[in-house]
């Protein structure tokens, strides 16, 4: 998730590194200036993710890192471009880069500095490819730019598939660099993502659907606003819960259904989080996670045949130990949905959370979400 207060910055103007890395020659230099470009970006752009980083294993940090900062970037589009067109083309751009970058020849570009920096490890730690990666890495891409003009969701299933294909997504990735590969924690990471991402919609309520600063000209005359406003509930649910765009646009909190209709989407993300906590518990205990995983067999989601004959308690606690800071993206989820609750579900009146810091280290001392 992003901060909307950081909508008018732009990664396109990112620093100059090494000028070493024209003839392809990326230095330990250049490396750590993007790392810490990219850390910078997360603190000030995704707060949440800035703080879950320092659960991770160290060597997946450069992997969430980029893959974070790509996120917020692409997040951050539909605010900083003019035209849908010039989206597409900075969406192009990264695509470009992503290509270039898996090839061994990553352009002078933080994100894909670090990202390239974390395929060589991986690649030397497991002695393959990073192909997976690439594939989630697009698919992410595809998503964000078939969501770039910030228009509703037909129904709550395709807001909970945006959830599976935005932060289920990053999650896989995640997991695909520490070399997680379980059908067991892609089915965990597949209900946490998509709570997220329903929390995202949810929180950029009151930034997306006010009115934006109209421009001033020289004279002081406004020439009109930037970009108008979005409500990016769910179409079924609106209509079920009595909600129009212009209402919400006009009243704001005031408006007709308004509560309802989030008070049944987010009903939907926590729905989602239950299950997980649940499947967790299951897990520790050595039982099955209790019902099958939805997108098996898909692409990305095949696995070697050992990871589905069952391991021993020992493995699994010491799989648990490795992979479970990718759990975490789960709780400021649920602290969200807490404080929405409490706000008798208006998401323009949410109050923000103090204590994120402290339940993420209770949350990974006692492997619970």
């Known amino acids: 998730m992003f901060s909307p207060q950081t909508v008018g910055r732009s990664l396109w103007r990112a620093p100059v590194v090494s000028r070493q890395l024209r003839r392809g020659i990326v230095t330990e230099a250049d490396v750590n200036s993007a790392r810490k470009y990219c850390e910078k970006q997360l603190q000030h752009g995704d707060y949440d993710a800035y703080l879950i980083r320092r659960f991770l294993p160290p060597a997946a940090r450069d992997v969430y890192d980029a893959i974070r900062t790509l996120n ?3 997040a951050r589009l539909p605010e900083t471009v003019s035209t849908p067109t010039i989206g597409r083309f900075r969406i192009q751009f990264w695509r470009d880069t992503i290509d270039k970058t898996f090839a061994g020849n990553p352009p002078r570009e933080p994100i894909s500095i670090l990202l390239h920096n974390a395929i060589t490890a991986i690649k030397a730690r497991e002695g393959g490819s990073a192909s997976s990666l690439k594939f989630w890495i697009l698919r992410l891409v595809n998503t964000r730019e078939k969501h770039m003009e910030d228009q509703p969701f037909p129904s709550l299933a395709a807001l909970e598939e945006y959830g599976e294909n935005t932060y289920a997504t990053l999650m896989y990735m995640t997991l695909a660099s520490m070399s997680v590969r379980s059908m067991d924690w892609d089915h965990l990471a597949s209900h946490v993502g998509k709570a997220c991402g329903i929390v995202a919609i949810l929180r950029g309520i ?3 659907a006010a009115p934006s600063k109209p421009i001033q000209g020289p004279s002081g005359a406004s020439l009109g606003n930037t970009k108008a406003p979005a409500l990016l509930l769910p179409l079924d649910v609106m209509a079920e819960s009595g909600v129009r765009e212009e209402d919400v ?3 704001g909190p005031d408006a007709e259904g308004l509560q309802d209709a989030v008070f049944k989407v ?6 989602h989080l239950i299950t997980a906590r649940e499947m967790l518990g299951n ?3 050595g039982k099955s996670l209790g019902h099958d995983f939805e ?3 898909e692409i990305g989601h095949v696995y070697p045949e050992e990871a589905s004959t069952g391991v021993s308690s020992r493995s699994e606690q010491a799989l648990r130990d490795r992979a479970f800071g990718v759990l975490l993206e789960g709780i400021p989820a649920g602290d ?4 929405l609750e409490k706000a008798n579900f208006d998401p323009f009146r949410v109050k923000s959370s103090w204590n994120l810091p402290w339940q993420l280290w209770q949350a990974s001392s006692r492997q619970k979400i």
């Open 249 to 251: 646009f006009r009243h």
């Open 72 to 74: 917020l970037e692409l």
């Open 266 to 271: 987010a009903t939907r993300a926590n729905d």
């Open 283 to 285: 897990l520790k205990a």
């Open 336 to 339: 969200y949905l807490a404080r």
């Open 206 to 208: 009151p930034v997306l």
């Open 295 to 297: 997108h098996e067999g």
